[in-house]
């Protein structure tokens, strides 16, 4: 049997993959951002840390707009 990259991934303890994000947090955002590009496996452990909170900037230019960017954002 050939191992796929998914496969091989959820051998992993799930405490370790945790362990490989949260270091990749450390060192640079954008690690995590990539790591999700890796596969799709990947992709399922890394995108809650890599959204795990959002910052929405607000400015009087675009208070107008607030409620329709919200409506876009939400969670379905």
């Known amino acids: 049997m050939v191992l796929t990259s998914a496969n091989t991934l959820f ?8 362990i490989v994000l949260t270091e990749a947090v450390a060192l ?19 995108e809650p840390k890599a959204f795990y909170s959002t910052t929405i900037r607000l400015s009087n230019k675009n208070l107008n707009s607030i409620e329709k960017y919200l409506k876009a954002i939400q969670s379905p």
């Open 28 to 46: 640079d955002a954008s690690t995590l951002l990539n790591l999700r590009l890796v596969s799709k496996a990947m992709n399922s452990f890394a």
């Open 11 to 18: 051998t992993l303890p799930a405490e370790i993959i945790d």
